[in-house]
C-alpha cells in the first residue's frame, strides 16, 4: 500500500486561502493518478479534485471550480491542492487519494491520513 503524507490544512477566515501538499513514493507518483477528497462532521467522503497520470488533465468538484488549483510536482513527487477564497463550507477534513493509471474521482486505491481545514466565518 502507497503512503501518501499530507501537510499545509489549518485556520483561515473566509476568503482566505490555503495551500495542501501531499508527497508520496517516486513510484506511486509516476504510475497514479492523483486527487483529493474531503469530508465534512456528518457527511460522506466527496470529490474535490483530480489530476491525470501526466498533469494534462485536471477535474474539480462543481463547488470549488474557479477556487481550487490542483498541481502536481515530478521534482519532489508532490501533489497540491491551492485552495483560495475559501468558505465556511469549504471546511473539512481533505485527504489526498491516488489510483493506479487513472486520476481517482470516484474511488482511489490508497489514501492519505487526512488533513484538516477549518474556515471561520
Known amino acids: 500500500q502507497a503512503q501518501l503524507v499530507e501537510s499545509g490544512g489549518g485556520l483561515v477566515q473566509a476568503g482566505g486561502s490555503l495551500r495542501l501538499s501531499c508527497q508520496t513514493s517516486g513510484r506511486t507518483f509516476i504510475t497514479s493518478g492523483m486527487g483529493w477528497f474531503r469530508q465534512a462532521p456528518g457527511k460522506e467522503r466527496e470529490f474535490v479534485a483530480a489530476i491525470t497520470l501526466n498533469g494534462d488533465t485536471t477535474f474539480y468538484a462543481d463547488s470549488v471550480k474557479g477556487r481550487f488549483t490542483i498541481s502536481r510536482d515530478l521534482t519532489t513527487y508532490t501533489v497540491y491542492l491551492q485552495m483560495n477564497n475559501l468558505k465556511p463550507e469549504d471546511t473539512a477534513i481533505y485527504y489526498c487519494?491516488?489510483?493506479?493509471?487513472?486520476?481517482?474521482?470516484?474511488?482511489?486505491?490508497?489514501w492519505g491520513q487526512g488533513t484538516q481545514v477549518t474556515v471561520s466565518s
Open positions: 487519494a491516488a489510483r493506479r493509471l487513472v486520476p481517482p474521482r470516484d474511488r482511489a486505491d490508497d
